[in-house]
């Protein structure tokens, strides 16, 4: 990953480093921007293995360090730094410009020092484009594991070794049986 630039609507796998502590999740790049030299990514991250379910969505402003590290984390409930891993896929920004292009700059005030961000219908309209883009991104995120998910089971009906769709997964024996099984 490290020849990738990180891009708005990128969405990755990653591990969140919160307090402290290395957690498992995810990201979607909602803008980058560069300042003095120095990039910056606007992303929205979400903590647990399956983004689709997470209620812990936080919204935050890095400095990108490289093409798989941010760090300088500024909001984002104690959210210090993140390695991205894996691009999971790419939300069609295009569909987004005018919400995102209204949206970033306010979220990016919020964590400037001139204010506490946006308020009133400003603030409703930025709460507006960030709520279509999580449930874009859920709904893309859903579909990707569902799709995973028939891949695993055609895998084992074909008698591929389990320890293989692990190692290529990422994910645990146990989860690949209850993928097979369809108990989640």
């Given at each position: 990953?490290?020849?990738?630039?990180?891009?708005?609507?990128?969405?990755?796998?990653?591990?969140?480093?919160?307090?402290?502590?290395?957690?498992?999740?995810?990201?979607?790049?909602?803008?980058?921007?560069?300042?003095?030299?120095?990039?910056?990514?606007?992303?929205?991250?979400?903590?647990?293995?399956?983004?689709?379910?997470?209620?812990?969505?936080?919204?935050?402003?890095?400095?990108?360090?490289?093409?798989?590290?941010?760090?300088?984390?500024?909001?984002?409930?104690?959210?210090?730094?993140?390695?991205?891993?894996?691009?999971?896929?790419?939300?069609?920004?295009?569909?987004?410009a005018y919400e995102l292009s209204q949206a970033a700059p306010q979220i990016n005030r919020r964590f400037g020092p001139a204010g506490d961000g946006?308020?009133?219908?400003?603030?409703?309209?930025?709460?507006?484009?960030?709520?279509?883009?999580?449930?874009?991104?859920?709904?893309?995120?859903?579909?990707?594991?569902?799709?995973?998910?028939?891949?695993?089971?055609?895998?084992?009906?074909?008698?591929?070794?389990?320890?293989?769709?692990?190692?290529?997964?990422?994910?645990?024996?146990?989860?690949?049986?209850?993928?097979?099984?369809?108990?989640?």
């Open positions: 990953m490290s020849n990738q630039q990180i891009q708005a609507g990128d969405a990755y796998t990653a591990d969140l480093i919160v307090n402290g502590w290395t957690v498992n999740g995810s990201v979607l790049v909602l803008s980058v921007e560069t300042v003095n030299g120095a990039q910056y990514a606007l992303l929205l991250a979400a903590q647990g293995d399956d983004p689709t379910t997470s209620s812990r969505w936080m919204h935050a402003r890095g400095q990108v360090v490289s093409a798989n590290s941010i760090s300088s984390i500024e909001g984002g409930n104690g959210l210090d730094s993140i390695r991205l891993h894996a691009k999971t896929g790419h939300l069609d920004t295009d569909n987004y946006p308020v009133g219908e400003e603030g409703l309209a930025t709460l507006g484009a960030m709520t279509r883009v999580i449930q874009d991104y859920k709904d893309c995120v859903a579909e990707a594991v569902e799709e995973r998910d028939d891949m695993i089971r055609r895998l084992i009906a074909g008698r591929v070794p389990v320890k293989d769709i692990t190692a290529r997964a990422g994910l645990s024996r146990e989860r690949v049986y209850q993928i097979r099984d369809g108990r989640r």
